[in-house]
């Protein structure tokens, strides 16, 4: 039961993040110091014309794979979700499969792509759930929309909520 509470609190609180202006962008900002920060010292660095490229070890992936639970939620077993990500950035040209000094690694660009379509999708999901983004206006007020289906049915608002934090 705490669990469930408690996921629910976290996915409340996303939702409320990521629905505000920029808040998409300051996600995918947040989302790449998440993985970039606990690696500074196993991050690899590749020279590219832009500058440098910073590449994520397998561990970093193996992180990102176990806390969004890419197993249950996509089907997809972590070696196949791992050769997806350097695809990606093979596709991308950050990559040459062949250069054996980044085998174990991905683009952290790869990763910040990720989290971008991980939010994108987060807030689709929510939107046909009920959920409606507050600079959207509603049919009620004609103004900024309320922030879920649930305050509409006498729920607690999120003014209430951000009063209880």
Not at 52 to 65: A, G, Q, R, V
């Amino acid at each position: 039961d705490f669990k469930a509470k408690f996921q629910a609190y976290c996915v409340h609180r996303m939702w409320r993040a990521v629905s505000e202006k920029d808040g998409v962008k300051r996600f995918v900002i947040w989302f790449r110091q998440l993985f970039y920060v606990n690696s500074e010292e196993t991050a690899k660095m590749k020279k590219n014309s832009d500058g440098c490229m910073i590449f994520l070890n397998d561990d970093n992936i193996k992180t990102l794979y176990t806390m969004l639970n890419i197993d249950d939620a996509c089907g997809i077993d972590y070696q196949g979700f791992f050769n997806l990500m350097q695809e990606v950035a093979e596709d991308k040209g950050d990559l040459a499969l062949d250069d054996k000094t980044f085998d174990y690694c991905v683009p952290i660009s790869v990763v910040e792509r990720f989290g971008e379509c991980f939010v994108v999708g987060f807030l689709e999901l929510m939107g046909r759930l009920g959920f409606i983004r507050p600079e959207e206006p509603t049919k009620e007020t004609g103004e900024g929309g309320q922030t879920s289906a649930i305050d509409k049915k006498g729920g607690r608002s999120d003014k209430d909520s951000r009063e209880k934090l």
